[in-house]
């Protein structure tokens, strides 16, 4: 637990409180200086040092990497470095970390070595009711690296010793967030302003849907600000969550940094949990030691050897495609009372063929979970009332705020100024989202903002109205899409996690059910640097929303959501579609800006019903060790319980 200092605000120490009045803290850092890079051989001193300051890689806590932190100084440069602890023994250290889950080898691929704070914009202190204080760094690139905990405290000695090395403004709307290397307005910039464009294919002479954006979909076009404290040389509204409201170019780019964007060999299971997958396990950490070597080399080297064939003769094609769920079908699942029959038999039918369009606004409350499978046409016709009054009874919340209130309630004002820069520029392409003044558009903006106080911890994060969109679209109730959307987010909702947990656990299954499908493939994306998997971010975050037209987006989505032959069939979809490619990826020698304009370019060229055979068929061939390749927990998972579908006792009507 954090000690009664840690929660101290840093305005506590005279020395700070001095500076802050000077506008600088300690030493002032040249300009001259912030070109300077690490030198080995140069004398340095070691300003603050921390240990047992930890990241976590996994969902899991006792898989934390706890480490060492310091500072150096080298002459007018400042720089941070955070080495995890090796030679760790096998057992339970006096932390309760379980310290071998992680390998010692595979550690390694997190450190931070030597961080200069003329790269970093920010650093974010955040203090938990309950645990321990940590720390997120945020880069001026608009990267973030991983949560610091410090399970031994000292992240106000931590803060006091940067400031007297380098500049450091408190920032004027929030205490917590500290920047780095301002010498401008002090003003909140956030990662969460940074425009979507609504289309992500963009090249280079085609700019992003708001021209003054300085990312587009091609990994190499970021244009450095010649200020720390500028994101693409603009500046940005007042400040949200650094972490959690982080735009997908930014996340698309994180392989950027050092070594926090590697991809992980570490072992998911330990030998005692799962010992019928020993032999597997092994042939994990047979290989990880030259995956180490290949991560941790400064040079780009692809084989010249031609790419070796990937055997299909072991795989059988996925059965064929079928029409959609029509109306003379659906009835046939019904009984009297409208319970279905066989809710697996239902999915069975959706996964081959999907539901035809006139059917989705009943059928899509089922896969959801806002309808159960075995009520009845009374019970549904209750719940919609129900729902529909606990509805407006949240969005009364916000809607009952005035502006005396809206002044004083920070949070509610930047949630509702990010829904609506957001809204106005969903899938207006579409003719139901299109025109001036759409109602349809007003809909997504109060369902969301709703959303935003039924759920507010999580709150708002942008990628949001893209998974609402086509839920509005289909269902056309403002309350039954609500809570659609909020059965959705129950599975989807660890995507927008603060700490990327969510992503990072999915991104980790991917490189697995890869390195088990496609052993050369996989190969190649080390050698060139692309094992961390970030071009298929967006494909996970949103659901494959920018790769296929409106009416075969809603398809594949309802194919997902019957969870038919496995819950992460999205991560299979990833792989049929990176092997369908892949002579073209080798053959191309694709280092990451590279394979991430690829990628993104391929956004309308996917033959779906191609993809989903090619998917069903590798996850039938991968079958136990394909699971055995995703942690638990990993999302999409299912809901744990039918709260969102409250039916009455018998009786109560």
């Known amino acids: 637990m954090p000690e009664s200092d840690e929660q101290h605000d840093l305005s506590d120490d005279s020395d700070y409180a001095s500076s802050q009045q000077q506008g600088f803290g300690g030493s002032v850092y040249s300009k001259s200086a912030e070109a300077r890079e690490f030198d080995e051989n140069d004398a340095c001193e070691t300003v603050y040092s921390r240990e047992n300051v930890a990241i976590h890689p996994t969902q ?7 480490g060492q932190l310091r500072l150096i100084k080298q002459q007018s440069s400042l720089f941070l470095r955070w080495v995890p602890y090796i030679d760790i023994p096998y057992n339970e250290d006096s932390t309760g970390e379980l310290s071998n889950s992680i390998l010692t080898k595979d550690r390694q691929l997190y450190a931070i070595k030597y961080l200069p704070f003329s790269d970093v914009h920010s650093v974010h202190r955040y203090t938990p009711p309950l645990g321990w204080q940590y720390l997120i760094i945020v880069l001026s690139s608009g990267l973030a690296y991983p949560p610091l905990y410090f399970y031994s405290g000292g992240v106000r000695e931590f803060l006091v010793n940067l400031k007297q090395h380098v500049v450091i403004v408190r920032s004027a709307d929030n205490a917590n967030i500290f920047l780095v290397n301002d010498f401008r307005d002090p003003l909140q910039r956030s990662l969460s302003s940074l425009e979507l464009p609504r289309a992500i294919a963009v090249s280079k002479a085609s700019p992003a849907h708001n021209a003054t954006a300085r990312y587009s979909a091609e990994g190499s076009s970021y244009v450095e600000s010649s200020s720390a404290s500028e994101y693409g040389g603009r500046h940005m509204p007042k400040h949200h969550d650094p972490a959690r409201d982080i735009s997908l170019q ?11 964007a590697r991809e992980t060999t570490s072992q998911i299971f330990q030998e005692s949990q799962n010992k019928g997958s020993v032999t597997y396990e092994k042939q994990h950490e047979n290989n990880s030691s030259a995956l180490s070597e290949t991560m941790n080399s400064d040079k780009l080297f692809v084989s010249s050897e031609p790419l070796e064939e990937f055997d299909n003769s072991q795989l059988a094609m996925g059965e064929p495609r079928q029409d959609p769920l029509d109306a003379e079908e659906w009835a046939a699942f019904l009984d009297s009372e409208g319970r279905i029959n066989d809710s697996n038999a239902l999915k069975k039918r959706i996964f081959y063929g999907g539901i035809n369009s006139n059917l989705r606004k009943e059928v899509w409350k089922f896969l959801l979970g806002y309808h159960l499978y075995d009520s009845t046409y009374a019970e549904r016709e209750y719940l919609t009332s129900a729902k529909k009054s606990e509805y407006e009874c949240l969005k009364s919340q916000w809607q009952s705020i005035s502006t005396t209130q809206a002044k004083r309630f920070s949070k509610f004002r930047e949630r509702r100024g990010l829904i609506e820069k957001d809204v106005v520029r969903t899938d207006r392409s579409v003719a139901y989202y299109d025109g001036d003044d759409n109602p349809h558009v007003k809909l997504l903006h109060d369902i969301l903002l709703t959303y935003s106080f039924y759920n507010f911890d999580l709150g708002y994060c942008q990628g949001m109205s893209d998974l609402l969109s086509p839920i509005l679209f289909v269902i056309e109730n403002e309350s039954e899409s609500f809570w659609c959307f909020v059965a959705l987010m129950e599975r989807l909702g660890p995507n927008f996690n603060r700490d990327q947990s969510g992503m990072h656990s ?16 996989h190969d190649y994306f080390v050698q060139a640097d692309c094992s961390n998997y970030y071009y298929c971010f967006r494909w996970i975050l949103i659901q494959f929303k920018r790769e296929f037209e409106y009416q075969k987006l809603l398809c594949l989505w309802e194919v997902l959501w019957t969870h038919y ?18 002579r073209q990826i080798y053959t191309e020698r694709m280092d990451f800006d590279t394979l991430l304009k690829f990628v993104n370019e391929l956004s309308g060229k996917i033959d779906l019903d191609d993809i989903l055979m090619e998917a069903e068929s590798l996850c039938r061939y991968a079958g136990e060790k394909g699971a055995a390749c995703i942690p638990p927990g990993t999302p999409p998972s299912l809901p744990t319980g039918p709260d969102q579908a409250s039916y009455p006792e018998n009786g109560d009507f």
Do not use: M
């Open 60 to 66: 899991n806590p006792a898989e934390r990497i706890s």
């Open 565 to 582: 032959i496995s819950e992460h069939f999205h991560l299979y979809i990833c792989v049929a579609i990176l092997k369908k490619y892949r």
């Open 506 to 521: 999915q991104l980790f299954a991917l490189s697995k059910l890869v390195e088990l499908l496609d052993r050369p493939l």
């Open 250 to 260: 930014v996340l698309e780019k994180f392989s950027l940094i050092t070594k926090f």
